[in-house]
């Protein structure tokens, strides 16, 4: 017995410092993994955004080696287009939205009940029409006017586009900012500055919108700039394939859109079905189909990257 209880004594002697030292390394262990999972969450806005931009110059680089030059150039300028075009219509999008906002704000506070209940008729109407259908309809009055000669020139076109897609995304802005302002307007700090003289304007321009919503705004301006590119790309699509005998005589700006629905873009995407059933056909994608490839790459990446940028702000603000 007594040798026995040495033997225990031994075993416990080595295994319980055993034990604590695996029992401080697990801990330890998952203390990093917790530490590397926030520096994730406060950064993975930005290593998206990163990976979307090396993404793109990767594929630039690789179709500046593979792809030849004409079609390479078609590409590039597709791409400038439609990020040119998105980019008006964040810049429209806001300034219709803060715009419209201010008015509801005003006939509210004055209590202009006819006015209020005509631009509230009026933003209804705009929210029953699909976006799809109404953007398509602006892109046909666009084509009627590029035919009788009133647009000439490229930077027109692409404004006007601008302008019929920021029709019908700004009330998204719209709803998000009169929220915000209503959410603080119900806080005491609103009444105080008040009191104290400071004007309505300032502290909606200002105290609200600025300096407590300028993530949001961020936030859902990224997202307007991924409606953007898809919308337009979607019109765009339609237009070139099921509307093109009828646009023949009218060149629109090239977009990624468009140049998706071109012959060549289309073969190189039926290529990717019959690579399915002849897997040694696989290779042969990455050199003799890279325009469609190419372009549908861009749309699919950026929307994707677009979509995990604006999750990534909202998870770690907390919007």
């Keep these: 017995m007594k040798f026995a209880e040495k033997i225990i004594e031994a075993l416990k002697k080595r295994i319980v410092p055993l034990y604590g030292k695996i029992r401080n390394g697990t801990v330890g262990q998952i203390r990093r993994l917790e530490l590397l999972t926030i520096r994730w969450s406060r950064n993975s806005a930005r290593v998206w955004l990163i990976a979307w931009i090396l993404g793109l110059l990767l594929l630039w680089l690789w179709d500046f080696l593979f792809l030849n030059d004409p079609e390479r150039r078609l590409l590039e300028l597709a791409f400038v287009h439609s990020m040119f075009i998105a980019s008006l219509v964040v810049a429209l999008t806001f300034l219709l939205a803060w715009a419209t906002t201010l008015l509801f704000q005003t006939l509210e506070d004055r209590r202009q009940t006819t006015a209020l209940n005509v631009l509230i008729f009026l933003t209804n109407f705009i929210r029953s029409v699909p976006q799809i259908i109404g953007v398509l309809l602006g892109y046909v009055w666009i084509t009627f006017l590029m035919e009788r000669g009133s647009l000439e ?39 105080a500055m008040r009191v104290c003289g400071i004007s309505e304007w300032r502290i909606i321009n200002y105290d609200i919108l600025w300096k407590n919503s300028r993530t949001h705004i961020l936030n859902k301006m990224i997202a307007v700039f991924s409606s953007a590119i898809f919308l337009q790309c979607s019109v765009d699509f339609i237009i070139s394939v099921g509307l093109s005998t009828r646009v023949s005589s009218v060149n629109l700006p090239v977009t990624l859109g468009s140049l998706l629905a071109n012959i060549d873009s289309k073969q190189d995407i039926l290529a990717i079905g019959y690579s399915l059933t002849h897997p040694d056909y696989l290779p042969n994608l990455l050199f003799l189909h890279l325009q ?8 699919v990446f950026t929307l994707f990257s677009l979509f995990k940028i604006t999750n990534a702000l909202a998870e770690r603000f907390k919007l």
């Design 292 to 299: 469609g490839i190419s372009v549908a790459f861009v749309i």
């Design 153 to 191: 020139t490229t930077l027109a076109i692409m404004l006007l586009m601008s302008v019929f897609l920021s029709l019908f995304i700004f009330l998204e802005v719209v709803d998000m900012l009169r929220e915000r302002i209503a959410y603080f307007r119900q806080l005491d700090f609103y009444n």
